[in-house]
């Protein structure tokens, strides 16, 4: 195969976080600095950790990634970004409790040194947060305004070749498409008039978009997964992707249904609980924002089992899905899942699955890989949805000509497919 132009990966990559100061983000960027110094493993970091198959089974070719794709060096990763509340990057990620204070004061300095710029922030869109942090202005193209200067500033005074954006704020309240979603032009207008379906993420991701920076959506708000911005993205030749970093109940969802497709095992229901006890517990302690977040979840498993092709099996399922918040467990989340099955003659069977998951030390490698992906992607010239990184996403993004796919392990085929592409080299059908 003909090997895909890639400009090389020089100078420093400008990494801006949306919701810098959540636990998430505090993760990811605490963890990213103690791993390139040699004191911590990125563990589930696919970037830094899998091999890759090149060629035949018997070739025996099984490089790193990261030594075989010309993807930036995490040394040359510089962090910046805005939050609600001004609080710096240390002090944010020991409020959370995600990582130890050993871990934490490894790193301390470049933590410190990571002050929050003022956010985007409407009360409307987050009902449980009260920002104190905030920016103001006339009219949502005036934030628009401002967040551009914030990246040109940041790109400036950090000395960055290339810079990506990253969303790692709360949910916002659900917002279905409307006719100002349609095309960029609508989209515009609407930010000027203040149009009340403008969400702070759509004024962060169309300042993204209009500086030629990359946007990844980590949160299941609609933000880039409109065809207004897909229009934009296509003309500013930036790669967008989302949406909501697919971590732990999500995750075993894709791993557990395509088990029961394949075997032709019958479901009846699926009900999913989950108890959280971080910021984005809270927010999604708010019906609006958890409407958002059941969309997101409830998409993955019809779309899997595909119940108009096997009535028999997958007509009939009951899926219920429940958030609750929960304090004193702090970012250790539970999720719990009754499984209903049946399989020879209809004869009923369980299943039972109790994940005790750790939610940002999940989603802080998503961070890493995405950041790094999306930032080879506008190197090699993939401009709009970059559907090869629907592996890391709970709702991939699809434009309205295709369906998304969520089975996991065909995700991972496609996204290592395309990185053998752009090497040059065949892409594998496993069957050789």
Known sequence: MTKKEVKEANGKLGVLVVGVGGAVASTFIAGTLIARKGMGVPVGSITQLATIRLGKRNENRFPKIKDVVPLADMND????????????????AKHAEVL??????????????????????????????????????????????????DIQQFKKENNCDRVVMIWCGSTEVFTPLSKVHKTQAALESAMKENNPDIAPSMIY????????????NGAPNLTVDMPAM??????????????????????????????????????????????????????LDDPGSFKTKEESKLSVIDNILQPDLYPELYGNVYHKVRINYYPPRKDNKEGWDNIDLFGWLGYPMQLKVDFLCRDSILAAPLCLDLVLFTDLAQRAGMSGIQSWLSFYFKSPMHDSEHIAEHDLFIQYVKLKNTLRQMMGEETIDFID
């Open 230 to 283: 897909w229009e934009f993205a296509d003309k500013q030749q930036v790669p967008i992707c989302g949406k909501d970093f697919k971590t732990g109940q999500t995750m075993l969802k894709t791993v557990l249904s395509p088990m029961l497709k394949t075997r032709m095992l019958g479901l009846s229901g699926w009900f999913s609980t989950n108890i959280l006890g971080n910021r984005d517990g809270e927010v």
């Open 100 to 149: 130890t204070n050993e871990d934490l004061d490894k790193v301390k300095d470049e933590l410190s040194a990571i002050k929050p710029m003022k956010a985007v922030f409407d009360q409307e869109f987050v009902k449980r947060l009260h920002g104190t942090w905030v920016k103001s202005a006339p009219t949502k193209w005036d934030l628009v305004a401002q967040v551009r200067n």
């Open 77 to 92: 990763l510089v962090f910046g970004g805005w939050d609600l509340f001004e609080e710096d990057v240390y002090q944010a």
């Open 205 to 216: 991701a169309y300042a993204s978009v209009a500086e030629g920076v990359p946007y990844i």
